[in-house]
């Protein structure tokens, strides 16, 4: 599927996982509203300074990237702040209207995760209008080119990042006091030692004071994102990430599972607010603030790879079966299943070139996994994106216990998986000082960009994470994710399969611990750099 994208009119916050492009830190402020011509004010100070997806580079129609990538989003109140017309509020999504914390139920926040439980600033506007969370401003900076491939000096220029990140905040202070105050930064976000501060704080997890690609649990995180046709940055990315196609290949998918106002894999344009201006190019994005508990999750893994696979190498292979890669390098278990193809795996991966690492990563089917038994259905890799796994069926003259693809029913094998797919931003917050505790300052901000946040997010979040029956798994839930209950009475659990055709028994992982507590979190409309000028000259005119 060919497609044009205006690149200079998306903002590239959507186009760009930041910190694969060198930016390792970031800064994330929310604002309310207080006057909405003052806001208006702002929202016209700050729009020359936003990033947009065109190509960073030295070739036409390419431009040196920024130390300071900037980028902006709207809740639905915020755009109601902004005195948008009534009828363009209508046409956008009733979930997106509602906004994260009426949706609850359907995301699972239950228990420990509710909102009465998550950090001040998405808590506070349930008794305060004043709190209402109405704007996004994200800040990314960029990590200069260290002087030597030195530790030291690789440490030097990521303090370089931070360094640029405190002067990137002082700015936006400045602008906001220079518009008028028509918008107020709104403080609440948990931070080092129960100090609450005006912003979020995220980079990547740092080893002797080396960025890596890491979260919290130690996996090798960022690698199988969505890729879309028109981006030529991510034109060499394709195999993996795109869709799989009959004949084998991969091609990138449909713009419009993202982007407002392009055809999307139904060859339909996704449902959107009038004007047409208004949303094309713009996409909704799912702010979530997700703390992770070390403590439960080396506990569990330690307590569980000494029954499942008490032999040299069981423990990391089980945190594999967690999440569908092994921890180190984020090799796929469908490749490496085992220790001992691990470590071939392994060589191969040290002698080959970073785009060969990186086909070596993404470029897998489960076509020979359809069992389970070496990626298990509960993983999250599985859960998240199940390629064409899903379409199977048991043929007539098939061996017992086999699956085979159902022939004819789609043009392409992942058809269902591809009209679920998210793309994924965000990066890791806090430390981990002490991993026997729980408690804490850290865990991961993830955002998911969509162009149908039902059927895209909610639905892999509701019937993919937090229930298993489409993976033949019942009620199990995804292991990392999943909102696995405290009370034993209900307690979780997952099956790691074996070889059909082996001799061994399938392991019950029992008694899963929740690994993942929500801490905050909302729906935002991220509008296209056209659609900003609009709003912030108020002349949005559904007509």
Known sequence: MTATLDLADIQGHVLRAYARFGYPTGRYVFLNVTDAAAARRFLTDILP?????????????????????????????????????????????????????????ILGDDG?????????????????????VHIAVLLHARMPAPAANTPEAIALAFRLSQQRLDQGLRWLRNLIADSGDGVTILGGHRGPDGELLDYQDVQTVLENGIPTAKEHFGYTDGIGDP???????????????????????????????????????????????????????????VYRKLHENIASFDAFLEREAAKAYPFEGGKELLAAKFVGRWRDNGAPLVTAPDPASKKAFDQR??????????????????????????????????????????ELGHQPGDPPGSFSRMNGAFDTPGALANRRRLMRRGLPYGEVRDRSRNDGNHGIIIMLLNADIARQFEFVQQQWVNYGNDFHAGNDKEIILGNHSADTRFASKAVLQVEPTGDQVPYLLGGIPRLVETRGGEYFFIPGMTALRMIARGIIDPT
Not at 79 to 105: I, N, Y
Not at 112 to 131: C, G, I, N, Q
Request: overall charge negative; glycine content about 8%.
């Open 49 to 105: 300074h936003l990033t947009t997806a065109v190509c960073w580079g030295e070739g036409k129609n390419e431009m040196a990237p920024p130390d300071l990538a900037v980028n902006l989003a709207f809740t639905y109140q915020g755009l109601k702040a902004v005195e948008l017309p009534r009828a363009s509020l209508m046409g956008f999504s009733p979930e997106f209207a509602e906004g994260m914390k009426a949706r609850q139920d």
């Open 112 to 132: 420990v995760s509710a909102p009465e439980h998550w950090d001040p600033v998405w808590r506070d506007h349930l008794t305060r209008r004043d709190k209402d």
């Open 349 to 390: 991966f040290a002698a080959a070139s970073a785009q060969e690492q990186d086909k070596m990563l993404s470029d897998f089917t489960y076509d020979q996994d359809m069992s389970g038994a070496r990626c298990p259905f509960s993983g999250h890799i599985r859960r998240i994106n199940p390629r064409a796994s899903l």
């Open 227 to 285: 890729v879309i046709a028109g981006v030529p940055y991510d034109a060499d990315r394709v195999a993996g990430r795109g869709k799989q196609m009959d004949n084998g290949q991969w091609e990138p998918l449909a713009p419009g599972e993202f982007i407002f106002g392009h055809l999307d894999e139904a060859q339909e344009y996704p449902p959107a607010p009038l004007p047409r201006l208004l949303a094309r190019n713009g996409t909704y994005m």
